[in-house]
């Protein structure tokens, strides 16, 4: 590598010293900015003296450069200018000769060093030069998810492009083919005469079509992926923990997250015409444990149980090829858990052919005749037996590259790059991305914030929330396309979403089992259990998914009401796309069902019949369940699609596709837009509830209380109209209730963890809401008449407002609260409007591994004789109340309901309670 006439180095030279990232380090900047800061000390011996190399090519390199540099400064007018006055023009130009004299030995010494590299090159040996190859490729910026697992994965995962068929017809089932498999299967059991019994597949085992000189699973294709470092930021998760998490051991000493470059098939071919169909599973999603070919074209298939069980069965997802076209083939799923499937309703497998994607751009489509689910007849250990899912299919071309699924494939990659796109730089006005905790495999949790973030920090404060979750069951991947059309919408520029944006305040998590999603499981996660059932005590190290979104809730709570809580699931038996409820007291009777009734009418894919709002035993461990019992949320649902299709409307008897998927997301948010926003399309509804389930005489109906709450915001909005530009103490408080005495002024610096600066008003001890406040719900009374009276003066509340307000300073005076007092009127609607009690709150996260003390005799005969002197007291403010109604009926006085919320001070709301 030698310099160039004119002095500089060659373009080769220069090129190694700006590409390498070696050469772009801060000790080349350093020694240069070195050289340049004490050029005017610069002498013949000490500058050759620095530029000595040791043999090293980095070392000539970067010796010529520096000589350069230094024989430029020499040059200059300004640096010659300076020498002329120490020394004669004589010892400038020999020091310039030396100069030029060590640059052409080390270009020679370069030039050597070149050769003698290429001839070590050649004889080194292949073990180092595959591990040089392994350090490019853990440079490479790929991503790449962690298994947890020991199975092997190749990095390299499937792309599908999403168009398809507008409609998708369900399959015509005839009633006698169950039967007349069934039959087929006891025959084959039963005489044991099967021509092949050749296992072709299994992505665990190692394969015996591999001799000993040529190795199944290639070691220096082996992509090491890095440990992960103990958390040291905690704030980086601020609902996750702090220990250590995607070792690539695990806890007998095997590997794990094995991903390699290339996976060699496992059946290799035989001969040139061998028609054998060679299977692959082990990508990220798939789901293929083994292939037993039968016959020339039937194969056994037997699916991979979720991690760590035997029971759970249902998700499929594998590719095929050395397909031979216009020939039957017949495929048998044998290991099938659940009694009943949608594929006796007309269900097809769904088929992608990369051929037909290139040649037609088309990409899915449901495939496949003669399907069958049905019972055969292999023994379960636990008892019972397995069942089969059975179907014929004609592939369109040769050798092509075929994917078979259950739904379409949505994997946790395909889940963060459409965050990536939708959480940028442009759009942090609209959503921002956070990580809500670390998985059991190492992998991050995400969770999206959508608001209007160019809002006052006091209207951010007062919005109520909405948390919506999905894909906590990984094999029910169509709950993942609808939450991709809401994420859409949210942050479009529609005017619908930008209301939502300007008046809620939205927490999503798109994916709650990541884990089980990347390894293709259909219902657990790494810890072999259905999270959809650990949600009233989740444990933070084997759950940390469930525990941190209740964390995150609970913090949510803090500072904003929740409004509305969703849960995106799939489902495997009914049609339609409908929802779950928790059935609410009397009080709040019908209130659960408002939105769901709304959501059918935006969309004739959703039915109302087959929503259902009862609590079963043993539902009462999911998410709706324990979200509406622990946080009091009467709008806690959980939304199933069908993996078939609807039952009405245009798409009558086809399947979901992709693009219905994607706009039953947008018809959520439309329907809640609905829900806030479209009072006359609210009160049809529950004119339509009301007539479904009629109500006793005694009790009000949702339309007086509808009508009750419009009043009440008409009210209020008169009475506050001058303080919407200006938020005073007084006006507005961070709760989101319409309380009255306390406001929040700011946000801190992490939006996801929303935790409120609460300043108060005045000098009012009372005015400063404490982190954990809890709200009590007022004590029930069975009272006659109207539920309240103002004297003829029209400012003396005389019915429960009075009682309350003396019940709650009965408890200020014990010592035993700082109370807050709510106003009559409020801002948000009574229909609405729920509280917490703190018998819940405290039940909550930060208490899962303590249990209930059970309380002694002795302070249960001492509730005895309180509830007996407060019902005492009770009767005697009734007398007084009906004595002050009388008079102010006797004086005219006008009828008004009050319905006051009790704000309590944390530290003590038990023993206010």
């Keep these: 590598m030698r310099p160039n006439l004119n002095g500089v180095p060659s373009q080769s030279m220069m090129s190694n010293l700006t590409n390498d990232s070696q050469f772009y380090l801060p000790h080349l900047r350093s020694e240069t900015q070195q050289l340049n800061s004490s050029s005017s000390n610069i002498t013949a011996d000490s500058s050759l003296t620095a530029f000595q190399t040791n043999g090293n090519q980095v070392d000539i390199q970067i010796g010529v450069l520096m000589i350069l540099q230094t024989r430029s400064l020499l ?367 190492g992998n991050d949790c995400e969770m999206v914030i959508i608001t209007n973030f160019t809002s006052r920090p006091e209207e951010i404060a007062i919005r109520r929330a909405i948390v919506l979750t999905s894909r906590v069951h990984p094999g029910e991947s169509n709950a993942s396309f609808i939450m991709h059309g809401t994420l859409e919408y949210l942050v479009s520029d529609e005017e619908g979403a930008k209301y939502l944006r300007n008046n809620y305040v939205f927490k999503i998590i798109p994916m709650l089992n990541p884990d089980g999603v990347i390894i293709g499981n259909y219902r657990c996660s790494l810890s072999t259990q259905d999270l959809n059932r650990q949600w009233t005590f989740p444990n933070s190290k084997q759950y940390p998914e469930n525990y941190a979104t209740k964390l995150m809730m609970r913090k949510t709570l803090e500072s904003r009401e929740i409004l509305f809580y969703c849960d995106y699931h799939g489902h495997s038996r009914q049609k339609n796309l409908f929802m779950y409820g928790c059935q609410n007291q009397k009080a709040d009777r019908l209130k659960e069902r408002i939105f769901p009734l709304l959501f059918s009418k935006n969309t004739e894919n959703f039915s109302f019949n087959n929503c259902s709002f009862v609590v079963q035993k043993s539902r009462e461990s999911t998410a709706r369940v324990v979200m509406w019992r622990e946080f009091n949320l009467i709008n806690s649902f959980t939304l199933e699609c069908s993996f078939c299709g609807p039952t009405s409307g245009i798409y009558k008897d086809c399947q979901f596709t992709i693009s219905i998927l994607k706009d039953l997301g947008k018809q959520f948010c439309i329907s809640l837009i609905d829900y806030v926003k479209n009072d006359l399309k609210v009160r049809e509804v529950i004119d339509e509830l009301e007539q479904l389930f009629p109500l006793n005489k005694t009790e009000d109906g949702l339309s007086s209380q509808y009508c009750q709450s419009i009043q009440q915001d008409q009210d209020n909005q008169y009475k506050n109209e001058n303080n919407t530009n200006n938020i005073a103490p007084s006006s507005k408080n961070g709760n989101g209730n319409g309380q009255y005495g306390t406001y929040i002024v700011g946000l801190e610096q992490q939006a996801e963890d929303e935790k409120m600066a609460v300043n108060g008003s005045g000098d009012d001890k009372n005015s400063v809401i404490k982190k954990n406040a809890n709200t009590v719900k007022p004590i029930k009374k069975k009272t006659q008449g109207t539920n309240g009276a103002l004297t003829s003066k029209g400012n003396q509340i005389v019915s429960q407002h009075t009682y309350k307000k003396q019940q709650s300073e009965q408890i200020q005076q014990n010592g035993k609260g700082a ?52 019902k005492k007291s009770s009767k005697q403010n009734l007398q007084n109340e009906d004595q002050a109604i009388q008079n102010a009926n006797n004086n005219g006085g006008s009828v008004k309901i009050s319905l006051p919320t009790v704000k309590v001070d944390s530290q003590s709301s038990a023993n206010s309670h």
Excluded at 842 to 858: D, N, R
Aim: charged share 25%; glycine share 4%; aromatic share 14%.
């Design 75 to 441: 040059s200059g007018s300004s640096f010659n200018s300076s020498m002329r006055s120490h020394s004669t023009e004589k010892q400038t130009s020999m020091f310039l000769s030396k100069l030029d004299s060590k640059i052409s030995q080390l270009s020679q010494d370069d030039s050597n060093m070149i050769s003698k590299n290429s001839t070590n090159q050649t004889q080194q040996n292949p073990l180092k030069n595959q591990t040089r190859r392994q350090q490019v490729q853990k440079a490479l910026p790929t991503f790449l998810p962690k298994t947890g697992i020991e199975q092997p994965f190749t990095k390299d995962r499937p792309r599908f492009i999403e168009n398809h068929k507008e409609f998708e017809p369900i399959q015509f089932m005839n009633p006698y083919l169950v039967e007349e498999f069934q039959r087929q299967d006891s025959e084959k059991t039963m005489s044991g005469n099967n021509t092949l019994q050749r296992i072709v597949y299994d992505c665990l085992d190692p394969s015996p079509f591999y001799d000993g000189q040529e190795a199944y699973l290639d070691e220096n294709d082996a992509i090491e992926i890095p440990n992960e470092e103990q958390n040291t930021d905690y704030r980086k998760y601020p609902y996750g923990q702090n220990f250590s998490f995607g070792q690539n051991v695990n806890a007998r000493g095997m590997r794990v997250n094995r991903f390699y470059q290339k996976l060699k098939p496992y059946y290799v071919l035989q001969q040139e015409n061998d028609n054998t169909l060679i299977f692959e599973s082990r990508f990220e999603s798939g789901n293929l444990r083994r292939a037993v070919q039968v016959s020339e074209f039937e194969y056994d298939l037997i699916l991979k149980y979720d991690y760590g069980t035997s029971n759970y069965t249902q998700w499929y997802y594998f590719k095929i090829s050395n397909m031979r076209k216009d020939v039957t083939y017949k495929f048998n799923i044998i290991n099938l858990i659940k009694p009943e499937s949608s594929y006796n309703q007309g269900m097809r497998p769904l088929l992608y052919s990369k051929k037909e994607a290139d040649e037609n751009n088309i990409g899915w489509s449901r495939e496949g005749y003669n399907i069958a689910y049905f019972q055969n007849s292999m023994k379960k250990k636990g008892g019972g037996f397995y069942h089969t899912l059975t179907f014929s299919v004609n592939f369109p071309y040769d050798n092509d590259d075929v994917y078979l699924a259950h739904c379409y494939p949505y994997t946790y990659s395909n889940c963060c790059e459409f965050l990536n796109q939708i959480c940028t730089q442009d759009t942090k006005d609209k959503i921002r991305k956070t990580v809500l905790c670390k998985t059991l495999a």
């Design 819 to 870: 109370v807050n007092y709510a106003a009559p009127n409020s801002n948000s609607n009574y229909m609405y409007r729920h509280s917490l009690s703190s018998e819940n709150m405290a039940s909550g996260l930060g208490k899962y591994e303590e249990q209930k003390k059970i309380p002694s005799k002795e302070s249960k005969t001492q509730g005895k004789q309180k509830k007996a002197k407060n």
